[in-house]
Every structure is written in structure tokens, then in C-alpha cells.
């Protein structure tokens, strides 16, 4: 543990300052952006490296904050790994049908060729008597190989996780951005043969990805992919998209990519409209997207909110889904999220 991060973490929310810290995938290298006040920005600083939490719903406006301290810790993690406990104890019979039913209902209508995809996705409270900080230091030696993050603002829930996907990443006029999609069980020394609905999937994301950034101007368009990714227990098919533009186009591409096809659906409008009235709950910022972006750098990273947990004393709210197609199986499906669920689970242990 850092001794330096977790005590700046504890003074920070003694003070109730807002701060955003993120650790990128294989680094050990967390960087705090903490503000001096305690105002709600809805607007990147112009001169000062900024982080961002976007809603899912993108009529929502973004919460920003100002990196008025720019702080840098070295984590020494000891890493606790990717195994955990039987996740049937979080299984619960009504909540696996309520979700199963909900997932019915949209393959029915895939079938009758209203949508391609739907992501429809589930919360499920978990007690738990741990503390923020204890939380924080659990999930940054937990996953070193996922983007991790914890977002702090004292009008607003603490929200951390591990995300696999990147949503894009810029340094100069280069923009990167990936499709992910498919979900399975990592099995040591096991290939993954992927199904026919994963790869559909996989290739709807991919095509919609490639055609939204076409139309915002990014050009030399180049993918690399589909290949079998590891995130924690978890793998998916990914694929790479890189692409060139000029900074203010690029700029403006974050909010043309969300929500993406893999925590929405296609077509887009039709699944966003088709998720708020079917599922039972909003989801705030699980599958937005977050990142910082640094002015004086010209670059810039951003991640979708997935593997992600809302946390109040004495419970953290878990968030899982899962993408729908005219092929999904709801049992499946059901067991997918549960999966997904262990990801958070194992911090909460």
C-alpha cells in the first residue's frame, strides 16, 4: 500500500475536496487531480489538465475536475489476483428472473428486427463494512492490468473501478480508439473459441466505431483485430482502431463515440431510447465514460465506465450487463453478468 496516496485520499475527504484518480493498465504510476474548492465544474479548466465523469445518458452534462493539485504516487502493490469466492452466494433466484425476463423480451423484439443489439444491464447491492480507502487500496492491488479509478465529489457518490476498454486516446493529431465486445471465463492454457454471436457482435461494434469516426474527419483509418483480450477473469474479442485528425476535431470525437455500440446497442438511438424504458433503474455513470485531458500536453485519455462500483458507507452498488442479440440465450446472458459481477466482488471480499 501507498502509505502517501491513501493518506492524500483521507485528507481530501476530510476537506470534501473533489478529487479523480486514475492508474493505466501495467503502470504503477496513479495520478491524483484534486481541486482547492468545492464547485461542480461542468467545463474543462483551459489551462490546467482536467478529469472527466460523463453520465451514460449523454443529455446529462459531464462533471469535471480541476487539477489545481497535479499529483503523481508510485503504488507498490501486492497483487491479490483474479480468483474469488463462488459468486452463487450473490445469486439471487428473483433478481436472475426479473433480469432473464427482461432479456426475453429483447431478443423477441431483436427477432422481429426493431434493433441489432441492445446492452441491457442490472445493479445489485452488496453490503460491505469496508471503508473508501480500504476499497481503493483492494482494487489498485487487485487489478494492475486494468485502467483503475476512484472519483470523489462531496455532492456526488465515490465511484471507482477497473475498466478494460478504452474509449480513446490522443497524443497530438493520432486518435485510438478499440471495439470490445464478447465475454467469457479466462481458463489457464485454454484457446477461447468464440461463437458466432460473440464475432456478430465483435463486428457490429467494430463497423459502427469505423463509420462514426469517418464522419468526424479522422482519416487514415487502420484496424488491427479481432484478438482474444484478458481483463482480470475475463476475456473479450477486441479489435484497435487508430486514425488521424487535427486536435479540435479530435477533441470533439469523445462525445460522438458515446454511448458506444458495446454499452448501448445499434442502432444507437433505437437501443439508448429501448434501455430507458425497459430497465428498472438509471444508471448514472456506469457505462459513461471518464479520463483526463491535459492542454499543456495535447493529449488526452479516455475509458468506458464498465467493471465499476458506487460506493456509500456500508454498501456499494455493483453494475453489470451485457450485450443482446437476436442469438442470445437469457440464462446465458444471466450468467454473464454474474461473471462480470465477480470482478467487483473480489474487492469487496
Known amino acids: 500500500m501507498s502509505k502517501g496516496l491513501i493518506g492524500k485520499v483521507s485528507e481530501l475527504i476530510s476537506l470534501k475536496l473533489p478529487f479523480f484518480l486514475l492508474r493505466k493498465a501495467g503502470e504503477k504510476q496513479v495520478l491524483l487531480l484534486a481541486q482547492d474548492n468545492q464547485e461542480l465544474y461542468h467545463k474543462p479548466h483551459e489551462n490546467l489538465p482536467s478529469a472527466i465523469m460523463q453520465p451514460f445518458d449523454p443529455g446529462q452534462p459531464p462533471v469535471y475536475i480541476h487539477g489545481h493539485q497535479q499529483l503523481f ?3 507498490d502493490f501486492s497483487e491479490i489476483g483474479d ?6 452466494q450473490y445469486h439471487d433466484p428473483l433478481v436472475a428472473q426479473t433480469y432473464q425476463q427482461l432479456v426475453a423480451q429483447a431478443v423477441e423484439d431483436l427477432q ?3 434493433m441489432k443489439k441492445v446492452v441491457l444491464s442490472r445493479k445489485q447491492n452488496i453490503p460491505t463494512a469496508l471503508s473508501m480507502e480500504e476499497l481503493l487500496n483492494a482494487l489498485l492491488n487487485t487489478y494492475p492490468k486494468a485502467q483503475c479509478y476512484c472519483f470523489y465529489h462531496p455532492v456526488e457518490d465515490v465511484w471507482m473501478g477497473a475498466t478494460p476498454e478504452t474509449l480513446m486516446t490522443v497524443q497530438g ?15 489457464e ?13 465483435q463486428q457490429l461494434v467494430t463497423d459502427d466505431i469505423v463509420e462514426r469516426l469517418e464522419r ?8 488491427d483485430g479481432p484478438f482474444t483480450s484478458r481483463a482480470g477473469n475475463l476475456i473479450h474479442l477486441k479489435s484497435m482502431i487508430v486514425g488521424r485528425a487535427d486536435l479540435e476535431t479530435i477533441m470533439q470525437i469523445p462525445a460522438a463515440l458515446h454511448p458506444t455500440p458495446a454499452v448501448c446497442g445499434l442502432p444507437r438511438e433505437e437501443a439508448f431510447h429501448y434501455i430507458q424504458q425497459h430497465e428498472s433503474y438509471g444508471r448514472s455513470y456506469y457505462t459513461g465514460y471518464l479520463g483526463v485531458m491535459d492542454p499543456t500536453q495535447e493529449k488526452a485519455d479516455f475509458y468506458v465506465n464498465l467493471r465499476c462500483l458506487r460506493w456509500r458507507p456500508g454498501m456499494a452498488e455493483v453494475f453489470v450487463g451485457g450485450g443482446i442479440t437476436a442469438r442470445s440465450v437469457p440464462q446465458h446472458e444471466y450468467d454473464e453478468t ?6 467487483m466482488v473480489k474487492i469487496l471480499q
Open 112 to 114: 422481429k428486427g426493431k
Open 173 to 187: 493529431t493520432t486518435v485510438q480508439t478499440m471495439s470490445l465486445a464478447g465475454t467469457a471465463i479466462y481458463k
Open 216 to 223: 468526424h474527419g479522422v482519416q487514415d483509418i487502420q484496424v
Open 189 to 201: 492454457g485454454v484457446e477461447q473459441v468464440w461463437g458466432e454471436k460473440e464475432k456478430e457482435e
Open 83 to 88: 480468483t474469488y469466492d463462488s459468486l452463487q
Open 73 to 75: 504516487f508510485d503504488w
Open 338 to 343: 454474474l461473471n462480470k459481477l465477480g470482478t
